[in-house]
Each structure stands twice: as C-alpha cells, then as structure tokens.
C-alpha cells in the first residue's frame, strides 16, 4: 500500500486544503476509528479516472498526493454509503472508547 501510507501518514494534509481538511476531520472525529478506511477508499474510488490515466505506479501514487479538486461533500458521501454497505464482520474490531482512568496520564 505504497500509496495509502502517504495519506494515513499526513491524514490527508498533503492532499487537502486547510478547509478540506477541517472538514474531513470534523466527519473523522465524529466516528469510530474505523470510518477513516472508507474514507481513504472513497477518496481513491473518487480518483478512479485519474489513476486509470497514470501511466505508472509513481504517477498514480503522486496523482493521489497532489493538491485534491475533490468536493468534500460527495467524498464523505461516497464514505458513508461505503460504510453503510460493509457488513460488520468485514471492518476491524477495535476496542470502544473509554475515558482514561483518573490518576493515570498519556
């Protein structure tokens, strides 16, 4: 996944503007961890032309890093119907948020 790590590892900051990108994570931050892997494979299904046209795997991975001209709005939408459309055993199973016990620190 030599494309996807650039983007997990940025959370999208390489792609987006700084008002995408709020608004990315103002839908990121409402969820469960687990929704930020339909959110990295709606924003690749989004890219699907672009990608097609990349002539190599360095030119799709720098198709997928350069600045975005994605709409914020059908991206997330395209994730939630992805979402929505995963059964449950398919998406990884990770511990519920908890509140850190009081005494202990991070």
Do not use: I, N
């Amino acid at each position: 996944a030599a494309w996807a790590w650039p983007l997990l590892q940025s959370f999208f900051s390489r792609a987006l503007s700084p008002a995408d990108w709020r608004a990315v994570w103002d839908h990121l931050l409402a969820h469960e961890p687990v929704f930020l892997l339909p959110v990295l494979v709606a924003y690749v299904k989004l890219h699907g032309p672009a990608l097609l046209a990349a002539g190599s795997a360095q030119q799709a991975c720098a198709t997928l890093l350069v600045d975005s001209v994605l709409r914020v709005e059908p991206w997330m939408k395209a994730a939630y119907a992805l979402l929505d459309a995963t059964p449950d055993d398919l998406l990884p199973r990770w511990a519920p948020f908890s509140p850190l016990p009081q005494g202990h620190s991070y």
